[in-house]
């Protein structure tokens, strides 16, 4: 006979539409953040706030690869501008014309002026060599250390906290710089600060890099490449959270 766990069970309705909003709305206003940071600290107890929403991920055969290093130190914060700079020159160069001029024109990080950075890494060997879900495809373990930092990225909305992901690195420097090992991948390094304003639409959009995609092209029906944008372009009408009755 199998154990009968049905009391662990709990209700999920759905929730009130006051709370289906909010959650929307963390959602829709979230923003990668590069400059609006405020220089206010960020106490220990809503970075604990956050890194429980992160450890809430779902994770595959439920792994929890991810590590935090949350790092307030300035001079480190320094050394991993560098390391950014130095690879974002890189990056540069792999433009050319007016698309260069554009690049160049952006800001794609605030390391410094976030008063603090968080290392997301992953740890492939977090359970062994077997890991129930990635036995195959091993970027399971990755994956899942991105709906961390996504999880991150939702409540600090909520918190009022903006962040800032930056991936313009050489992980080696990073490593480097933090002591990572070399098994451990670095997923994130998020630069994580107050915020007072934030852009209604994403930076690069505004500044005309590149526009949303519309939903509707990117949904298919049944098979890949059967359009399928009627799904959604009548749900679209009623707005985000519409759930027919
Ligand atoms: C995996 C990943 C890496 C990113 N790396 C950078 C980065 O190095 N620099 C940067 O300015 N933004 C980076 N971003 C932010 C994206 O540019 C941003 O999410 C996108 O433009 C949409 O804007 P929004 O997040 O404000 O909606 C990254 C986002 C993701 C998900």
């Known amino acids: 006979m199998r154990p009968d766990h049905s ?30 940071f405020l220089p206010d600290a960020v106490d220990d107890d809503v970075v604990r706030r956050l890194l429980e929403a992160a450890h809430h991920a779902p994770s595959v055969g439920f792994m929890q690869p991810w ?13 991993v501008w560098e390391a950014f700079s130095r690879a974002n020159a890189e990056a540069a160069e792999m433009f050319s014309g007016t698309r260069q001029q554009a690049y160049r024109s952006l800001k794609l990080e605030g390391i410094r002026t976030a008063p603090l950075g968080i290392c997301v890494t992953s740890d492939p060997d977090r359970c062994g060599d077997v890991v129930l879900g990635r036995t195959h495809n091993p970027k399971m373990d990755s994956y899942s250390t ?17 962040v800032g992901w930056v991936s313009i690195f050489h992980e080696a420097d990073l490593k480097r710089i933090l002591g990572v090992p070399d098994r451990v991948e670095i997923v994130a390094w998020l630069c994580v600060g107050y915020v007072d304003q934030l852009y209604q639409e994403p930076e690069l959009a505004v500044k005309g890099w590149r526009q949303r995609v519309p939903l509707e092209e990117l949904v298919f029906a049944d098979h890949w490449g059967k359009p399928g944008g009627d799904i959604v372009s009548s749900a679209a009408a009623e707005g985000p959270g519409s759930r027919g009755s």
Do not use: H, M, P
């Open 146 to 162: 991105v709906c961390a930092v996504q999880n991150l990225w939702l409540a600090a909305r909520a918190e009022g906290i903006g």
């Open 7 to 36: 009391g662990s069970l709990a209700g999920a309705a759905a929730f009130s539409t006051d709370e289906r909003e909010a959650v929307y709305k963390a959602i829709s206003t979230r923003r990668d953040v590069r400059s609006q």
């Open 67 to 79: 590590n935090f290093i949350v790092v307030r130190n300035a001079e480190i914060r320094q050394s």
